[in-house]
Each structure stands twice: as structure tokens, then as C-alpha cells.
């Protein structure tokens, strides 16, 4: 994996719930580090358009009627994603998606998964 940011197997999974406010940047800035991802927006059940902003910005949307909780969203995500490298990521905009880079080049040395922590 030369080029990191252009990786057509890469899928992006994102849960959400009720993150209008932040989604759309979310997405936004993850297809901006990522133009070929397909990015998987789990919609849990909202009460505001978090869905809706979600697919605006570029995003596969699947929808839960009602909040399954985050573990069924994630998993959901997991299943509906085409790529064969699955990157998750938070909804509110605390993950920087440029880190997704570091962590994709570590799979180069035979790693078969990496984990981002913050201190």
C-alpha cells in the first residue's frame, strides 16, 4: 500500500446518532483524506438529519428506524461495507482522519490489524 490516501478497498465506518452538527464535516474531511473510500454512515436511529447530512457529503447511509446502540451500528457498518480494509471512526469529528494513514501503513509490515489510542 504505496499511496495511503488512495486506496480503492478502503471502507470508512462511521456510527451515528443524532450528530447533525458534525457529520457532514466528518465525512467531508475523511473522502478529502481519502477521495477513493467509500464511507458507511450508520445512521441509529436519529431524531435530527444526521442521515440525511451524512449522504449530502458523500456518504452510503444505512438506517437504523430506532437506536440499536453502538456495538449493532458498528457491526451493521461492518456488513454493509464493500472494501476489504475496514477503518472506524467517531461521528463528532474527534478522530482525525488524517491519522488513518499511519495506521493503513503499519498493515505493510504484516500487521493484519492496527488500533489508534489517544493518550
Do not use: C, W
Amino acid at each position: 500500500m504505496t499511496d495511503p490516501t488512495n486506496i480503492p478497498e478502503l471502507s470508512i465506518v462511521i456510527p451515528a446518532k443524532n450528530e447533525a452538527n458534525a457529520i457532514a464535516a466528518t465525512v467531508t474531511i475523511a473522502l478529502s483524506h481519502f477521495p477513493a473510500a467509500e464511507v458507511v454512515v450508520i445512521d441509529d436511529g436519529s431524531t435530527d438529519d444526521t442521515g440525511e447530512l451524512a449522504r449530502e457529503a458523500g456518504a452510503k447511509v444505512i438506517r437504523h428506524p430506532e437506536s440499536l446502540g453502538n456495538g449493532a451500528a458498528v457491526k451493521a457498518g461492518a456488513r454493509a461495507a464493500q472494501g476489504e480494509l475496514l477503518a472506524f471512526m467517531d461521528a463528532d469529528g474527534q478522530h482525525n482522519a488524517a491519522e488513518l494513514k499511519k495506521l493503513i501503513k503499519r498493515l505493510d509490515e504484516g500487521y493484519q490489524m492496527t488500533i489508534g489510542a489517544r493518550d
